[in-house]
Structure formats: C-alpha cells, structure tokens
C-alpha cells in the first residue's frame, strides 16, 4: 500500500517548526546581535539544611513552612530525659570529687602538722648531744674540730661507710663460701650447726624439766633428749675435726674470723650512722615527711578525680544545649520535614532555610555574545510581581565551558548554538525577591 505525497510531507513539516522553533528561543536567549543583551531566569537563594548533632525524639518544633527566622533562633528541640539524667549524675560526681578533694587537702595540712611536731621532737631531743659535742675538746682523729663538718656530710660519710661495709661483709661471705667447697667441708659445717642449735634447744628443754620439779618420767625424757643431742654434737665435731687438716683448719679459721670482723663492723656502721641520725635527719622526721608526700600525691590525685568530673558535667551541659537546634543563618523556612514525636538521626536533614539576602539568577547567553560581560558587569533585574520596578545585580561567575552542545564544534553553525552559563547576584533589601521567580536580566542598565 503506498502513502500519499501528502502524508509523506508531513514529518518533513514538523521538523521544519522545530528549527525554527530552536532558532527563536536562541534568538530570545541574548536579544539580537547588535540589539541589548537581555536573557531570563529563575531566582535562587542559598538554601542551607538544618540537621540534628544528636539523635533523639523531637519533643518541640517552633516553626512552620514559610516563617522568617533570624539566625541563632530556635527551630526544634530534643527531649532532653536522658541527658538531664546523665547530668545529674555528673554533677554528683563532682560533688564527691570536690568533698573527696577538701578531705586530701585536710590530710596534707595533717601531714604537715606530724611534720612539725616530728622536728620539734627530734631537736629537742638532739640538743644536749649537739651542746655536748661543742664542749667536747678532743678534735677528731684527723686533727680537726668537732664541727669542721656539718651534720649532713657526717651522714652521708656514714651511709658510705655502711655500704662498704656490706660489700666487705658480702666479699668475705663468698670468699669463705669458696674454701669450704674446696675442702669439702660444707656439709660437715652444717651436720655441726644444727647440731649445735638441738644440743642448746635440749640443754634448755632440761633446764626447765628440773626447774619446775616435773615429775620423774619428764625428767627422764628431758635427760635423753639432751644425751641425744649431745651425742650428735660429739659425733658432728669429731668428723667435722676428722676431715680437717692443719692447713684447712688455719685457713677456714681465717675466713671465719674476716666474715666475723666485716659482720661487726657493719653492725657497728649501722648503729652509728642510727646514732648519727637526729634532729632534722631522725627517722621519725623522715616518716613524718614521708607521709606528707603520700598525702599530698593523694590530694593531686583527687584533684585529678574532681577535674575529670568536672568535664564530664561540661559534656553533659554541651550535649544539652545541643538538644535545642537554632537556626545556622536567617532567611526563610522552606521545607520542614519533622514533627513532635518523631525520632530524627545525626546528620538527617529536616528542614531547610533560604538566605533571602543572598539571591543570585543563572541565565545562558550565546557564545557570539557572552564575550560582551565581564564578572563585575552590572544588570538590571526584572520580575512579572513587580513591574516597573528593576532590582540591582552583578555578575559574579561566568562559565568557562559551554553547555548544551556537543564537545567538538567546528562549524561558525555550531558556535552559534553554544550557550554560557552566568551567574549574577542580585540585592534584595526588601526581601521581595523570592526563589523560584521568572526573571528577566538586561545588561547595559543600572
């Protein structure tokens, strides 16, 4: 079946209003080339989402779609039951932090206090020594006087004495440690010891049997504990005596007399430097001030404790003031998508508010003419609400790649089909501009 001329004429038809079509809005784009530079859009404003740092139950919201709000207003608020909860417990805690804290310091003034009393004491107590000392008139061994040095180098002399003394005491120990492993006479020493040790136990077990005029059988068992004890003492020297021999025996003796001498004069080191220790250096100062340094590490401690409270009460303030969302900037609310009851999330835009102070239009001029502006320029602005009346603007963005054509244009046809993208900003004083109104921009027009 063939179509008519007819028919076939009209597909070419529809394209033929379709260029011609592209051509006129082209043409209404940017006006003529050599007539005004004119071209509409649509208002804008700088809208800014308005979400929650918190989730939690909405338990107000205080505005509607449409009001005007000033930035810092509130918009909503949270329940706060939880929070208020927690913050009661904060501010107990700092409560027992603080009385824990007053409590520490009490104890440090206590400690300073034993302190006092500690080195009254002790002076007291030291002062007919020290004026004796003075009186004395034989100076030292080394030809100098008594109190050519002071206490606290007598001291550490002393403590440096005790030291090398122990090590002595430890050299000797070691040394008559190794000669009885040489000889062999470690176990034969220890077999005389403790027998030594039960003989003396027995002796006094007999002592007290005959003191307390016990009975026979008592007597008796005491007499043979100590017959025992003595028998074993016999046989332990006698084989202690056995396994020596004369050079063994002057040398074990030598050892034994050096651990007994660097025994003895350790003791006598640590008596003296006992003896030396009054006054300031007694020991009873030394503990009277080392419970004061506990105590004052318990107060910084508490003090710790209270800080740490203290903290947490200012989290839970800041968490509460955050329960009441305000407004980030003023303008007007143009969407709310919350309502009391409803449980909203962190991050979860519910509402939405638009900077009426700070609007701008986005137009497309022609790449022929879009050349003609620079950012800067100054436009007239025109609404179909308020005819007659222009609203100041100026050009703050232009395009630096075209839009609405394919990317490798050639033909002079094809650039002429080449649209930028400007955009100006536009004062509003009064605020009659609002987002979303048709416009229409002329430049070349203040």
């Known amino acids: 079946m063939s179509h008519s001329p007819a028919r076939r004429m009209i597909p070419l038809l529809?394209?033929?209003?379709?260029?011609?079509?592209?051509?006129?809005?082209?043409?209404?784009?940017?006006?003529?080339?050599?007539?005004?530079?004119?071209?509409?859009?649509?208002?804008?404003?700088?809208?800014?989402?308005?979400?929650?740092?918190?989730?939690?139950?909405?338990?107000?919201?205080?505005?509607?779609?449409?009001?005007?709000?000033?930035?810092?207003?509130?918009?909503?608020r949270?329940?706060?039951?939880?929070?208020?909860?927690?913050?009661?417990?904060?501010?107990?805690?700092?409560?027992?932090?603080?009385?824990a804290t007053r409590t520490a310091e009490a104890g440090v003034e206590g400690a300073e206090l034993q302190v006092e009393l500690a080195l009254q004491a002790a002076r007291l107590q030291a002062a007919p020594a020290r004026q004796l000392a003075w009186r004395e008139l034989a100076p030292f061994e080394s030809g100098l006087p008594v109190w050519y040095f002071d206490a606290s180098e007598v001291i550490d002399a002393a403590e440096q004495e005790e030291r090398l003394a122990e090590t002595a005491l430890a050299g000797a120990e070691t040394e008559l440690s190794g000669l009885l492993q040489s000889f062999g006479l470690v176990d034969e020493e220890e077999r005389v010891a403790q027998a030594q040790a039960a003989f003396e136990v027995a002796q006094s077990v007999l002592e007290q049997a005959q003191m307390a005029n016990e009975n026979e059988a008592v007597l008796e068992e005491a007499q043979a504990l100590r017959d025992a004890a003595d028998a074993e003492l016999g046989s332990a020297s006698e084989a202690y005596t056995a396994a020596l021999d004369d050079e063994a025996a002057d040398e074990v003796m030598t050892?034994?007399?050096a651990v007994a001498v660097a025994q003895s004069r350790l003791d006598t080191a640590r008596e003296r430097l006992a003896s030396l220790r009054t006054g300031?250096?007694?020991?009873?100062?030394?503990?009277?001030?080392?419970?004061?340094?506990?105590?004052?590490?318990?107060?910084?401690?508490?003090?710790?404790?209270?800080?740490?409270?203290?903290?947490?009460?200012?989290?839970?303030?800041?968490?509460?003031?955050r329960l009441t969302i305000h407004a980030p900037i003023s303008g007007v609310v143009l969407t709310r998508s919350v309502e009391p009851g409803e449980v909203v999330v962190v991050g979860g835009a519910v509402m939405t508010i638009a900077d009426l102070e700070r609007l701008t239009i986005t137009i497309y001029l022609p790449e022929a003419r879009y050349g003609e502006i620079s950012v800067g320029a100054p436009a007239s602005v025109s609404v179909d609400s308020f005819p007659g009346e222009a609203f100041q603007a100026e050009v703050v963005r232009i395009a630096d790649r075209a839009e609405f054509t394919p990317r490798n244009v050639q033909t002079e046809e094809g650039r002429r089909t080449t649209v930028f993208a400007v955009e100006l900003s536009v004062l509003n004083p009064e605020g009659q501009l609002k987002p979303g109104m048709p416009a229409d921009v002329e430049f070349g027009q203040e």
Do not use: M, N
Not at 78 to 83: A, E, F, N, S, V
């Open 78 to 99: 949270l329940d706060d039951t939880l929070l208020a909860a927690q913050r009661d417990r904060a501010t107990a805690a700092v409560e027992s932090a603080r009385l």
């Open 14 to 76: 529809f394209l033929v209003v379709l260029i011609v079509a592209g051509v006129i809005y082209l043409g209404s784009l940017a006006g003529p080339e050599d007539g005004p530079l004119a071209a509409s859009g649509t208002v804008d404003a700088v809208e800014v989402a308005v979400a929650s740092e918190l989730s939690g139950r909405v338990a107000q919201v205080f505005v509607e779609e449409s009001d005007p709000v000033e930035a810092g207003q509130p918009l909503f």
């Open 255 to 257: 050892a034994r007399a």
């Open 280 to 321: 300031d250096e007694s020991l009873q100062v030394q503990a009277a001030r080392a419970g004061l340094s506990q105590a004052q590490a318990a107060r910084d401690q508490a003090a710790g404790v209270l800080e740490q409270a203290r903290a947490e009460l200012a989290l839970a303030d800041a968490q509460l003031e």
